[in-house]
C-alpha cells in the first residue's frame, strides 16, 4: 500500500510557474512507475507526465518542453516542474503509482488503468 499526499497547487498568472510535489508513503521500499494526471469538471483524467521504474521520463503533447517530471527518491518525492502555464492548464492535478517494479511504455504510462494508487488531487488556475 502507498499513500501519496499531492501539494503546491494555486492560482498563477498566464506565463507563470508552479511546482507541484507529491509526498509518498506506506510502501516505499519499493519501485513504482509514478504518474501526474490532471482532470477537469465533466472531461475524462489525462495523463501529463510519468516517471517509470528505469527513470525514463514520458510527456503529453500537450506539455512536453513546459513541464518537468523529478524524483526525490531519499524523501519518496515526486515533483512537477511546470513552467509557461497557459489557461488551459487549469485543471486538478492528481499523482498516480503503479504497481511495484511494473514498467510500462510510454502509452501506458499515461493511462489511469495502469495506476493503482491515488493522491487525493491539488488545484491548478491559470489565469489569462
Known amino acids: 500500500q502507498v499513500r501519496l499526499v499531492e501539494s503546491g497547487g494555486g492560482s498563477v498568472q498566464s506565463g507563470g510557474s508552479l511546482r507541484l510535489s507529491c509526498a509518498a508513503s506506506?510502501?516505499?521500499?519499493?519501485?513504482?512507475?509514478m504518474g501526474w494526471f490532471r482532470q477537469v469538471p465533466g472531461r475524462e483524467r489525462e495523463g501529463v507526465a510519468a516517471l517509470d521504474v528505469d527513470g525514463s521520463a514520458t510527456y503529453s503533447s500537450s506539455v512536453r518542453g513546459r513541464f518537468t517530471i523529478s524524483q526525490n527518491t531519499a524523501k519518496d518525492v515526486l515533483d512537477l516542474q511546470m513552467e509557461s502555464l497557459k489557461p488551459e492548464d487549469t485543471a486538478t492535478y492528481y499523482c498516480?503509482?503503479?504497481?511495484?517494479?511494473?514498467?510500462?511504455?510510454?502509452?501506458?504510462?499515461?493511462?489511469?488503468?495502469?495506476?493503482?494508487?491515488w493522491g487525493q488531487g491539488t488545484q491548478v488556475i491559470v489565469s489569462s
Open positions: 506506506g510502501d516505499t521500499s519499493k519501485r513504482y512507475s
Open positions: 498516480a503509482a503503479g504497481r511495484p517494479y511494473q514498467s510500462m511504455n510510454r502509452f501506458q504510462a499515461l493511462e489511469t488503468d495502469h495506476y493503482n494508487y
